[in-house]
């Protein structure tokens, strides 16, 4: 009973889309489907006997023929019914997908920042990805074959029941058995899928590694092709290994669904046979209808316990689905989530005795301590791991503090709401993703580019010169993606793309972590001037490797390991012999060797 209560409640939940997005087409689709069964039943049975009796009565043929013509008209309305409607519902349940995917996508955005690295969410993902749409879809399958088979059994169990009631004894313990043994087979294919997802999710992976173009020169240049290869050999024998193992097993299940068929019929045969020689049964038709009604009717039950068994398949992989919708994000969707909206105009930023780890982690940021100043323009440096990009991360609050607070313009920064909040906050990365759309739109992400905006911004970029080079528009595709005659932009190009992102909006604060990294000396230099000059008002947090492009920022933040060690300007920080004293000096003295 547990199990049956489950099983509705997984096909209720995921019936949902079909609910919001198709009641029409969810309820004709079912009901269609549901009549035509039994009447193709009734058809199918009644028909043989309805003829052999005209015939051994010696009816008439005019009589005959008049019997036979309505039983093939209404045969014939039965299947054109079905069939035209089939169109409709084609495009509708494709219509239904596009939105069930488009909650997926959705769910996905509003996960907090800390499920990324979760190697289970990305087996979560990948099973709503893969199953969502194809479960909506078993569904409503279900709920069809479901009311075929209610349908068409109360029909043929009022006519088998009526000649031959040993039949249905028999049946029943046929659809106990294989009942019975489905619920071994969806064990299996739920084990199944469990084993092979991170199998296949790793062999997905080394597909991408051949195919992207951010792999192939170290594909090339390394020894990785061959490191990947052996991987993928190894993944794909244990794929191989598995796949055969419950192949066997299930396979093994379906011969028992056999050999319970085999018995049934082979029972019922005897038993019709013995009837027909004992007299119980006389007419010639009659036979004829309980010999098929049988037949039809075992079909029914096979497709019942198929159903059946689906109905706990499908419960199984609904639970997984479940699994993905039900992740709670605590930033994005949760109560602190919807807040104060920012006022326009500068940040100010206060750190307060911030702290935060990541989880099975050693690393740390503790005690930052930092006021900042609306239009101030701040350099933040480092070594590799001393904090810096998890500085970028809270600013933007894709995670929390643990401890201590961190405010924007007075205000904890837990108070306003997270998506207006980042909506005034420009970022550059120094991975700058290029996506598969138009120049404009790429650098349109925050929103509509005013063209003066575009302008200022091509300027201190050099888009044009881009643009020139690559004998290309603003209304240009980039990437091969989706087109042959796409634009691929080289790495420092596509940070210019980055920067002009941030640099044509209108923001409370920009975050520039190492977004000239791929850029040469005198574009890096150029960038620098842009976004360190008193023409940039927005306040400005900028980290950088190579310290001589800040040496103008109003101040110097030092990381290391996970604290601010010092902060000034740069004459100040040089004056101390400190950290920054260090790096500065080193990377001095590289540029003049040689």
Same mark, same amino acid.
């Given at each position: $009973?547990?199990?049956?209560?489950?099983?509705?409640?997984?096909?209720?939940?995921?019936?949902?889309?079909?609910?919001?997005?198709?009641?029409?087409?969810?309820?004709?689709?079912?009901?269609?489907?549901?009549?035509?069964?039994?009447?193709?039943?009734?058809?199918?049975?009644?028909?043989?006997?309805? $003829?052999?009796?005209?015939?051994?009565?010696? !009816?008439?043929?005019?009589?005959?023929?008049?019997?036979?013509?309505?039983?093939?008209?209404?045969?014939?309305?039965?299947?054109?019914?079905?069939?035209? =409607?089939?169109?409709?519902?084609?495009?509708?349940?494709?219509?239904?997908?596009?939105?069930?995917?488009?909650?997926?996508? #959705?769910?996905?955005?509003? &996960?907090?920042?800390?499920?990324?690295?979760?190697?289970?969410?990305?087996?979560?993902?990948?099973?709503? @990805?893969?199953?969502?749409?194809?479960?909506?879809?078993?569904?409503?399958?279900?709920?069809?074959?479901?009311?075929?088979?209610? *349908?068409?059994?109360? @029909?043929?169990?009022?006519?088998?029941?009526?000649?031959?009631?040993?039949?249905?004894?028999?049946?029943?313990?046929?659809?106990?058995?294989?009942?019975?043994?489905?619920?071994?087979?969806?064990?299996?294919?739920?084990?199944?899928?469990?084993?092979?997802?991170?199998?296949?999710?790793?062999?997905?992976?080394?597909?991408?590694?051949?195919?992207?173009?951010?792999?192939?020169?170290?594909?090339?240049?390394?020894?990785?092709?061959?490191?990947? *290869?052996?991987?993928?050999?190894?993944?794909?024998?244990?794929? @191989?290994?598995?796949?055969?193992?419950? /192949?066997?097993?299930? #396979?093994?299940?379906?011969?028992?669904?056999?050999?319970?068929?085999?018995?049934?019929?082979?029972?019922?045969?005897?038993? &019709?046979?013995?009837?027909?020689?004992?007299?119980?049964?006389?007419?010639?038709?009659?036979?004829?209808?309980?010999?098929?009604?049988?037949?039809?009717?075992?079909?029914?039950?096979?497709?019942?316990?198929?159903?059946?068994?689906?109905?706990?398949?499908? =419960?199984?992989?609904?639970?997984?689905?479940?699994?993905?919708?039900?992740?709670?994000?605590?930033?994005?969707?949760?109560?602190?989530?919807?807040?104060?909206?920012?006022?326009?105009?500068?940040?100010?930023?206060?750190?307060?005795?911030?702290?935060?780890?990541?989880?099975?982690?050693?690393?740390?940021?503790?005690?930052?301590?930092?006021?900042?100043?609306?239009?101030?323009?701040?350099?933040?440096?480092?070594?590799?791991?001393?904090?810096?990009?998890?500085?970028?991360?809270?600013?933007?609050?894709?995670?929390?503090?643990?401890?201590? #607070?961190?405010?924007?313009?007075? !205000?904890?920064?837990?108070?306003?709401?997270?998506? =207006?909040?980042?909506?005034?906050?420009?970022?550059?990365?120094?991975?700058?993703?290029?996506?598969?759309?138009?120049?404009?739109?790429?650098?349109?992400?925050?929103?509509?580019?005013?063209?003066?905006?575009?302008?200022?911004?091509?300027?201190?970029?050099?888009?044009? #010169?881009?643009?020139?080079?690559?004998?290309?528009?603003?209304?240009?595709?980039?990437?091969?993606?989706?087109?042959?005659?796409?634009?691929?932009?080289?790495?420092?190009?596509?940070?210019?793309?980055?920067?002009?992102?941030? $640099?044509?909006?209108?923001?409370?604060?920009?975050? &520039?972590?190492?977004?000239?990294?791929?850029?040469?000396?005198?574009?890096?230099?150029?960038?620098?001037?842009?976004?360190?000059?008193?023409?940039?008002?927005?306040?400005?947090?900028?980290?950088?490797?190579?310290?001589?492009?800040?040496?103008? /920022?109003?101040?110097?933040?030092?990381?290391?390991?996970?604290?601010?060690?010092?902060?000034?300007?740069?004459?100040?920080?040089?004056?101390?012999?400190?950290?920054?004293?260090?790096?500065?000096?080193?990377?001095?003295?590289?540029?003049?060797?040689?």
């Amino acid at each position: $009973m547990k199990t049956l209560r489950k099983n509705i409640g997984s096909i209720v939940w995921i019936c949902k889309p079909f609910l919001k997005y198709g009641k029409v087409y969810i309820i004709l689709s079912v009901c269609i489907s549901a009549i035509y069964t039994p009447i193709d039943d009734l058809i199918y049975v009644r028909f043989p006997e309805v $003829m052999i009796d005209m015939l051994s009565a010696g !009816r008439g043929f005019a009589l005959i023929a008049l019997v036979a013509v309505l039983f093939c008209i209404a045969d014939f309305l039965n299947n054109t019914l079905r069939k035209l =409607s089939r169109a409709y519902f084609t495009k509708k349940q494709a219509a239904i997908e596009v939105e069930a995917n488009q909650e997926i996508y #959705e769910k996905a955005r509003e &996960l907090d920042y800390r499920y990324i690295d979760n190697p289970q969410y990305y087996n979560s993902y990948t099973w709503a @990805v893969d199953e969502y749409a194809k479960q909506m879809d078993s569904a409503r399958e279900l709920l069809i074959t479901l009311s075929q088979c209610v *349908l068409s059994l109360a @029909v043929l169990v009022t006519i088998v029941g009526t000649l031959g009631p040993w039949i249905l004894l028999i049946e029943v313990v046929q659809l106990f058995l294989h009942t019975r043994v489905n619920l071994k087979l969806n064990a299996n294919m739920i084990e199944r899928k469990e084993t092979l997802l991170p199998l296949e999710r790793r062999l997905k992976y080394f597909h991408r590694l051949f195919y992207m173009k951010d792999y192939a020169a170290d594909l090339k240049a390394t020894s990785l092709g061959s490191h990947v *290869l052996a991987a993928h050999r190894e993944t794909g024998e244990q794929r @191989v290994e598995k796949l055969g193992f419950f /192949a066997l097993r299930g #396979e093994l299940w379906n011969v028992v669904h056999e050999v319970i068929f085999f018995a049934t019929q082979l029972i019922i045969v005897l038993y &019709l046979a013995q009837s027909i020689l004992s007299g119980r049964i006389a007419e010639v038709g009659m036979y004829m209808t309980l010999l098929l009604s049988f037949y039809r009717l075992d079909t029914r039950i096979d497709i019942l316990t198929n159903a059946l068994r689906d109905a706990n398949g499908l =419960s199984m992989n609904v639970e997984k689905i479940r699994a993905f919708f039900d992740l709670k994000s605590q930033i994005e969707t949760g109560s602190e989530a919807k807040g104060f909206v920012p006022e326009r105009g500068s940040f100010s930023v206060e750190l307060k005795n911030v702290g935060f780890s990541y989880e099975n982690s050693d690393f740390s940021l503790s005690g930052l301590n930092l006021v900042i100043r609306p239009g101030e323009k701040i350099a933040v440096v480092g070594e590799n791991g001393a904090g810096k990009s998890t500085f970028v991360k809270l600013l933007l609050r894709l995670c929390d503090v643990r401890e201590g #607070e961190i405010s924007i313009n007075g !205000r904890p920064i837990r108070e306003y709401d997270v998506h =207006s909040l980042r909506g005034q906050i420009g970022v550059a990365f120094q991975n700058t993703n290029i996506y598969a759309m138009s120049l404009l739109e790429n650098i349109s992400l925050y929103g509509e580019v005013s063209e003066r905006a575009l302008k200022e911004a091509s300027a201190q970029l050099g888009l044009d #010169e881009i643009m020139e080079k690559n004998h290309m528009t603003l209304l240009s595709q980039l990437t091969r993606e989706f087109h042959e005659d796409g634009v691929l932009l080289s790495g420092g190009e596509a940070q210019r793309v980055g920067l002009a992102r941030v $640099m044509s909006g209108e923001f409370g604060l920009l975050l &520039l972590d190492e977004p000239s990294s791929a850029l040469d000396p005198i574009a890096e230099a150029k960038m620098s001037e842009a976004i360190l000059s008193a023409a940039n008002q927005t306040t400005t947090i900028m980290i950088a490797h190579r310290l001589s492009t800040i040496r103008d /920022a109003d101040r110097i933040v030092v990381f290391d390991r996970g604290r601010i060690c010092e902060c000034g300007s740069h004459g100040e920080l040089m004056s101390l012999h400190g950290k920054y004293w260090e790096m500065f000096t080193r990377q001095a003295e590289n540029y003049v060797k040689g």
